[in-house]
């Protein structure tokens, strides 16, 4: 057994990724993603904020959020 992870994987050939650059994302900075992608925002299905509850339990303590 080793503790150097994927040390017993042999590298995938180049034929096997596809051209060179075919991954590329199109984009200079990082996770920039491709340049053809529409700007992102949001809406009410898509809202993942949460709204804030009380204590589950009588006996829970009221512990103020970090925010």
């Not at 992870?5 to 990082?30: F, K, V």
């Not at 053809?36 to 949001?42: H, K, L, V």
């Not at 898509?46 to 339990?57: C, E």
């Amino acid at each position: 057994m080793t503790d150097t992870p994927a040390e017993h994987l042999d590298e995938e050939p180049q034929a096997e990724r596809g051209a060179p650059g075919s991954r590329d994302t199109g984009s200079d900075e990082p996770a920039g993603g491709p340049v053809d992608r529409p700007a992102g925002g949001s809406d009410e299905e898509s809202d993942t904020s949460v709204d804030p509850q009380g204590t589950v339990h009588d006996d829970m303590p009221d512990m103020p959020t970090g925010g």
